[in-house]
C-alpha cells in the first residue's frame, strides 16, 4: 500500500524540549517538504528535499530543523526556539522530474507544547 | 509576488448549490494550478490541477476555470452535496524549478442537508 506516512498523529510535548517528527514515503519520489498548518494561515513550507543529503529552507525555517539521509525519510525536528510550535504539521513528497507535479500529503501530526 | 490570494475564506451552500472559490495570483511564471481538498484532521488530497495552455477542465462535479490574461483560477463544485463540505485549498507552481507550491489560505465550505 503506497503512500506517506506521519507519526505519532498526536503529539504532547512540554516547553524547552525539542521533539522529532516522522515522515516515511514509499512512493518513490524524490522530493519531500514539511508544510506547517495554523487555521485560517493555510500551509506555510517549512523545509524541503529535492535530493537525498540536501535540503532547502522554506518560508518559517526558523526553529526547525531536518536531515534526508535516506530517500524514503524526511523527519522534521521542532527546536526549542521555535516560538509558537503547536500547530498541525503535513509532510509531502513529489517528483522531482517528468509530467508529474503533484504533492502527495501524509496524514499529518498535530503538535501541542505547553 | 509569491502569493496566491484565495476568497472567499468561508462559503455556506444548499444542497444541490453551486459552490465557487477564487485564486488570484501575480507572478506570471506560475505553470501548475491544483486544487486540495481537505476534512478535518486528515492531509490535503489533490482534487482537480490545470496548466495554463487550456481554459478550463472538468472531472465530475468539480471545474476549474482558468483566465490567463486576468491571472485567476476558480473552482466550481456543482450539485454540491454535504459531503464536500472541507477546506479546499488553491495552490501553484513553477514546474521548471523547485515545484514548490504556494498555497491560498483556504476556503471553508459547509454544504447544508
Known amino acids: 500500500d503506497g503512500g506517506i506516512t506521519q507519526s505519532p498523529k498526536y503529539l504532547f510535548r512540554k516547553e524547552g524540549q525539542n521533539v522529532t517528527l516522522s515522515c516515511e514515503q514509499n512512493?518513490?519520489?524524490?522530493?519531500m517538504y514539511w508544510y506547517r498548518q495554523d487555521p485560517g494561515q493555510g500551509l506555510r513550507l517549512i523545509y524541503y528535499s529535492q535530493i537525498v543529503n540536501d535540503f532547502q529552507k522554506g518560508d518559517i525555517a526558523e526553529g526547525y530543523s531536518v536531515s534526508r539521509e535516506k530517500k524514503e525519510s524526511f523527519p522534521l525536528t521542532v527546536t526549542s526556539a521555535q516560538k509558537n510550535p503547536t500547530a498541525f504539521y503535513l509532510c509531502?513528497?513529489?517528483?522531482?522530474?517528468?509530467?508529474?507535479?503533484?504533492?502527495?500529503f501524509g496524514p499529518g501530526t498535530r503538535l501541542t507544547v505547553t | 509576488q509569491q502569493q496566491v490570494k484565495q476568497s472567499p475564506q468561508s462559503l455556506i451552500v444548499q444542497k444541490g448549490g453551486i459552490s465557487i472559490i477564487n485564486c488570484a495570483y501575480e507572478?506570471?511564471?506560475?505553470?501548475?494550478f491544483p486544487w486540495y481538498q481537505q476534512f478535518p484532521g486528515k492531509g490535503p488530497a489533490l482534487l482537480i490541477a490545470?496548466?495554463?495552455?487550456?481554459s478550463e477542465k472538468k472531472e465530475g462535479r468539480f471545474t476549474i476555470s482558468f483566465n490567463k490574461s486576468a491571472k485567476q483560477f476558480s473552482l466550481h463544485i456543482m450539485d454540491s452535496q454535504p459531503g464536500d463540505s472541507a477546506t479546499y485549498f488553491c495552490a501553484a507552481s513553477v514546474t521548471s524549478g523547485t515545484y514548490k507550491y504556494i498555497f491560498g489560505t483556504g476556503t471553508r465550505l459547509k454544504v447544508l442537508a
Open positions: 507572478n506570471t511564471a506560475f505553470d501548475y
Open positions: 490545470i496548466r495554463p495552455d487550456v
Open positions: 509531502a513528497s513529489s517528483f522531482r522530474t517528468g509530467a508529474s507535479y503533484e504533492q502527495y
Open positions: 512512493l518513490n519520489h524524490d522530493a
